[in-house]
């Protein structure tokens, strides 16, 4: 079974440049998740779907992160314009039902 | 804040010794704790659950101890190997929108 795909896997931008991160989910999870690990910190939630819906997304700082879910599969999350402290992993998560979700390698964004 | 929190920061045991670690957690609504491991450049790997109702599982070399009077969790490692170091997060369930909420971390460092 493939896993979650995420790319890039590196990023770096400048601060005030836009950035987009793409997720491919496991076939046929219905949950996706990101989330925001900044270093030396356990990883936090940015937004829920549950098939292209937003089930939470409370942590999302709305004014620069946006994402997306077009037609329940793959995902992309965007920073526009990006802060020094946006530099993190960027962690894509899925899951089939229940709790259990399954991550990607993550992508890592330096701001500078 | 966090409810969930790791007792130490850091562990480093020998190979072929017992691990254990600790994990506090505040919300009593909580009723799903799930541990799992991370390696450098990788995302978070499930290692085992344990629901609120139960106070003991058993994995694969893993036991997951949940105490509820003290809200603490742990979890223990038999017979650990090099391949076992890694950075170990407890995560928590409390809302029916089956995010998790990470704690920060317990650094796992086995020495031959």
């Known amino acids: 079974e493939a896993g979650v795909a995420q790319s890039p896997r590196y990023k770096i931008i400048e601060k005030r440049q836009s950035v987009a991160f793409w997720c491919n989910p496991i076939s046929g999870h219905a949950t996706l998740y990101w989330y925001q690990q900044i270093l030396g910190q356990g990883p936090k939630l940015l937004i829920q779907f549950q098939n292209n819906g937003v089930v939470d997304d409370s942590q999302l700082p709305k004014d620069r992160f946006s994402a997306e879910r077009l037609k329940g599969v793959d995902s992309t999350l965007k920073i526009q314009p990006a802060k020094l402290e946006d530099s993190a992993v960027y962690l894509c998560?899925?899951?089939?039902?229940?709790?259990?979700?399954?991550f990607g390698q993550g992508t890592r964004l330096t701001v500078v | 804040g966090e409810s969930v929190g790791l007792h130490l920061p850091t562990l480093s045991v020998q190979e072929g010794d017992n691990s254990i670690i600790n994990c506090a957690y505040s919300?009593?609504?909580?009723?799903?704790f799930i541990w799992y491991k991370q390696e450098s450049g990788k995302g978070p790997q499930f290692i085992i659950d344990i629901r609120s109702n139960m106070d003991k599982r058993q994995g694969q070399r893993v036991t997951v101890l949940l105490n509820k009077t003290v809200k603490h969790l742990s979890l223990q490692i038999a017979a650990t190997q090099p391949g076992d170091s890694a950075v170990y997060f407890c995560a928590e369930n409390w809302d029916s929108g089956y995010a998790l909420n990470f704690g920060k971390g317990t650094s796992l460092l086995v020495t031959p």
């Open positions: 998560a899925s899951s089939l039902a229940g709790w259990e979700a399954f």
């Open positions: 919300n009593s609504a909580s009723d799903y």
